[in-house]
C-alpha cells in the first residue's frame, strides 16, 4: 500500500514535471513539423526552395543575358550541343551547359530566367484565382438565395467548358501575350475555389461560435470576415499550392501553342514549343525545359500533398 | 413588483418552425418578465421550447423558424420589430448570451484577448490597446487563473471550464441588462459548474444583471433562480417563485419532474420516471398536452382534460399552473 502511494506520488509528480516542461508548441510550429514527417512534404519544399534559389539568384548563377545572342560574339553553331568542360569539351571552347538554341543564345541562362517567369505565372495566376473565388464562393454562401444561385451557375458554366479550351478561347479573344494568358488560365481556375470557400464556409456558417458572436453583437461583415472565413481556409490553402503546379503547366501549354509567352521571352513553354520540331535533331533544346517544367511542377504537387496531410487533424501520427 | 423595473417583458411569444407539409408550434402563446437582479429559470425537457424561446427573443431563430405573434419589449424596444443594425448595437452590449458548448462557442482562430477585447471595440469604440486592457480586466473578473498567458492563447488550450468563463467574460464586458444562459453548464462536470453558477450569481450581485437560465437540471434552479418557468410541449406549465413551486408544485408534471430527480444515499430499485413521452409537435392532442402521462387522471379526472387546452389559472402571488384539476382547489 505504502509502495503504491509512492510510485502514485512519483508518477504525478513526473507528470507534472513533464508539463512544466512542455513549452506551447506555436500552429505554425507545429503545422511544419508535420510538414516535414511526411517525406512529400520534403521533398516538395525543397524543390520548391530550389526553383526558388534559382529564380532569385538568376542573374548571379546564369553566364549569360537570357536574350542576348551569341552570334559573332563566340564562335558558336546554331542549337550546338552542350559544352560541359568536365565531361572532355575542348577547353578552348566556351562552356554552355545546355547547349545553344536556334537563335544562338544559352540555353542554360534561358532556363534559369525561365524559372522566374513560371513561378511569377504560377504565383499570381492562383493569388487572382483565389481572391476572386473566394470571394465569391464566401458571398454565395454567406448571403444564400438569390445571390447563390446567380454565382453558381456562373461557376457551373465555365466548368462545363474543358479548362485549356476555355482558356485558348479567351487568349484567342483577348490577343496572345503573358498577362492575358495568365488572366486566362486564372479565370478558368476561379471556379473551383469558389465551389470549395463556398462548401467550406455553409459548414462553418452553422457552428456555435457564429452565433456566439451574433449574440455578441458582430455585424455580418465582421462575421463572414474574421469569423467565418478564416475558419474555412484550410482546405483551399491546399488547393492553392496543388493550383499553382497546374497553373505552371496550363502557362506552359498556352506558350507552347503559342497564345502565351511571346518569343524572345524565356519561358520554358515557349521555348519547347519553338524547338519542337528538332527533338531528334537537338533534343538537349527540349529535354531542358521539358525537365525544369517538371521539376518546378512535381515539387509542387509533393508540397501540396504534404501540406493537406498536415493541415488536416484526423490524420494525427 | 412594479412594472417600471422590469427589464426584459415577452408577451405572448408564439414561434413557428415550418416543415414539409404544414408549420408545428415550437412555443405557443408564452408569457414571462424579468427584473433587474433577478434570475429566472426556465426548466423542461429536451424538444419544450426553452432554447427556441431564448433564440427568438435574441433574434437568432433559424431560417425555417419565425415568430408568429407576441412582442418582446426590452427598454421601450420591441425586440421583433427593430431593425437588424439596432439590434447588433443591442446584442453583446445590453443582452447577451451564453451557449451550451463553451468548447465550440469560442472562434478557434482568434487569440482569448482579441477576442474579448474585440466586445470592446465594436460596442465601446476603444482603442486595441485600451480594449486589452479591459479585456485582461473581465478576465481577472471571472476568475481565470493567470489571465496575462491566457491573453494570448487559443481557445482550443482550454478547458471547458476555462472556456466557458471566457464566454462570460465576453458576455458580461458591456455590463448587459439581461444575460440569456442557455444551458451553460450541461457540458460541465459537476464541480465546474457550481464554480460557474457561483460566479455568475456573484457577478450578478455586483452588476444587478437579469439572468434567464435555461437548464433541464433542477438542482441548479434550486441553487440559482428567483423565479421558475416549467415548460412542456411549447407551453408554460407552471410559473411562480423557486420557493413556492419547489415547496408545493400544483402541475402534476412539476410533480412528476421533482420526483424523477434521484435522491444521493436512497436505494431505489429504478428512478421515478414519467411514463409515456412527449407528443410530438405536430400530433398534439385537443385537450391538455400532457394528459396523456398524467398520473392524477387516475384518481380524479375533468372532461375537460382531454377537450380543452387549460389556460393558465393563477393560484396566488404569481403563482400559476396550467392544469383544470387545480383551478377548483384555490
Not at chain 1, 188 to 214: G, Q, W
Not at chain 1, 283 to 310: E, S
Request: proline share 6%.
Amino acid at each position: 500500500m505504502n509502495k503504491l502511494g509512492r510510485v502514485s506520488e512519483n508518477l504525478s509528480k513526473n507528470l507534472d514535471e513533464d508539463l512544466l516542461l512542455q513549452e506551447p508548441v506555436s500552429v505554425w510550429k507545429r503545422i511544419y513539423k508535420r510538414l516535414m514527417s511526411r517525406r512529400s512534404g520534403k521533398i516538395g519544399l525543397f524543390l520548391i526552395g530550389f526553383v526558388f534559389f534559382i529564380a532569385v539568384a538568376a542573374p548571379i548563377i546564369a553566364p549569360y543575358d537570357p536574350q542576348q545572342v551569341l552570334i559573332g560574339k563566340e564562335k558558336v553553331k546554331k542549337r550546338e550541343a552542350p559544352c560541359i568542360h568536365m565531361l572532355g569539351c575542348d577547353i578552348s571552347k566556351p562552356a554552355h551547359l545546355m547547349g545553344i538554341d536556334g537563335n544562338f543564345r544559352d540555353q542554360y541562362s534561358r532556363i534559369i530566367y525561365g524559372s522566374r517567369i513560371s513561378l511569377s505565372i504560377g504565383f499570381s495566376t492562383v493569388s487572382f484565382a483565389v481572391i476572386g473565388g473566394v470571394l465569391l464562393g464566401a458571398l454565395a454562401a454567406f448571403f444564400g438565395g438569390w445571390i447563390d444561385n446567380i454565382i453558381m451557375r456562373i461557376m457551373d458554366v465555365i466548368l462545363g467548358f474543358p479548362s485549356l479550351l476555355l482558356a485558348i478561347a479567351i487568349v484567342a479573344v483577348l490577343g496572345p501575350g503573358i498577362r492575358n494568358a495568365l488572366l486566362a488560365i486564372a479565370i478558368v481556375t476561379l471556379p473551383a475555389y469558389a465551389r470549395l470557400t463556398r462548401a467550406s464556409v455553409l459548414s462553418v456558417k452553422e457552428l456555435d461560435f457564429v452565433k456566439a458572436s451574433i449574440t455578441l453583437g458582430a455585424s455580418p461583415t465582421r462575421l463572414l470576415l474574421s469569423r467565418i472565413l478564416p475558419n474555412s481556409l484550410t482546405p483551399v490553402v491546399v488547393l492553392a499550392t496543388l493550383g499553382i503546379a497546374t497553373a505552371i503547366l496550363d502557362a506552359a501549354g498556352l506558350s507552347f501553342l503559342g497564345l502565351g509567352a511571346q518569343p524572345p521571352t524565356p519561358e520554358w513553354g515557349t521555348m519547347l514549343g519553338s524547338e519542337r520540331n528538332q527533338v531528334f535533331s537537338a533534343p538537349h533544346l527540349v529535354f531542358f525545359p521539358g525537365i525544369a517544367i517538371m521539376i518546378t511542377v512535381l515539387g509542387f504537387n509533393l508540397f501540396g500533398d504534404g501540406l493537406r496531410d498536415a493541415l488536416d487533424p484526423r490524420l494525427n501520427n | 413588483m412594479s412594472k417600471q423595473s422590469a427589464q426584459l417583458e415577452v408577451k405572448n411569444l408564439t414561434t413557428c418552425f415550418r416543415t414539409g407539409t404544414e408549420n408545428v408550434t415550437a412555443v405557443d402563446d408564452i408569457s414571462f418578465s424579468v427584473n433587474k437582479g433577478e434570475t429566472l429559470c426556465i426548466v423542461g425537457e429536451s424538444g419544450c421550447g426553452k432554447s427556441v424561446s431564448a433564440l427568438s427573443i435574441m433574434g437568432l431563430l433559424p431560417p425555417a423558424g419565425y415568430v408568429k405573434s407576441g412582442s418582446v419589449n426590452f427598454q421601450n424596444n420591441n425586440l421583433l420589430s427593430v431593425s437588424s443594425s439596432q439590434l447588433e448595437k443591442l446584442r453583446g452590449n445590453r443582452i447577451s448570451m451564453i451557449f451550451q458548448d463553451p468548447g465550440s462557442s469560442l472562434n478557434p482562430v482568434m487569440k482569448i484577448g482579441d477576442q474579448v477585447g474585440e466586445i470592446f471595440r465594436i460596442h465601446l469604440k476603444m482603442s486595441k490597446k485600451e480594449s486589452l486592457e479591459k479585456a485582461l480586466g473581465m478576465l481577472k473578473q471571472v476568475e481565470i487563473p493567470d489571465p496575462e498567458s491566457r491573453m494570448l492563447t487559443y481557445p482550443h488550450e482550454l478547458s471547458g471550464g476555462m472556456a466557458q468563463r471566457v464566454m462570460i467574460a465576453m458576455a458580461l464586458s458591456c455590463n448587459p441588462d439581461i444575460l440569456i444562459a442557455d444551458e451553460p453548464t450541461t457540458a460541465l462536470d459537476v464541480t465546474i459548474q457550481s464554480q460557474i453558477l457561483n460566479l455568475m450569481t456573484q457577478i450578478q450581485k455586483k452588476t444587478e444583471t437579469a439572468i434567464i437560465l435555461i437548464t433541464h437540471d433542477l438542482g441548479v434552479v434550486a441553487e440559482m433562480a428567483d423565479k421558475v418557468l416549467v415548460m412542456y410541449c411549447g407551453q408554460i406549465v407552471e410559473h411562480g417563485d423557486v420557493k413556492t413551486v419547489f415547496n408545493s408544485p400544483v402541475h402534476p408534471y412539476t410533480k412528476a419532474l421533482m420526483k424523477s430527480i434521484p435522491i444521493i444515499g436512497k436505494k431505489t430499485k429504478k428512478l421515478d420516471a414519467i411514463p409515456g413521452r412527449v407528443p410530438s409537435l405536430d400530433m398534439l392532442p385537443k385537450g391538455c398536452r400532457f394528459e396523456q402521462r398524467c398520473s392524477e387522471k387516475n384518481i380524479q379526472i375533468t372532461p375537460d382534460c382531454q377537450g380543452r387546452i387549460p389556460p393558465i389559472f393563477n393560484l396566488n402571488n404569481n403563482h400559476g399552473s396550467r392544469c383544470w384539476l387545480k383551478k377548483e382547489n384555490q
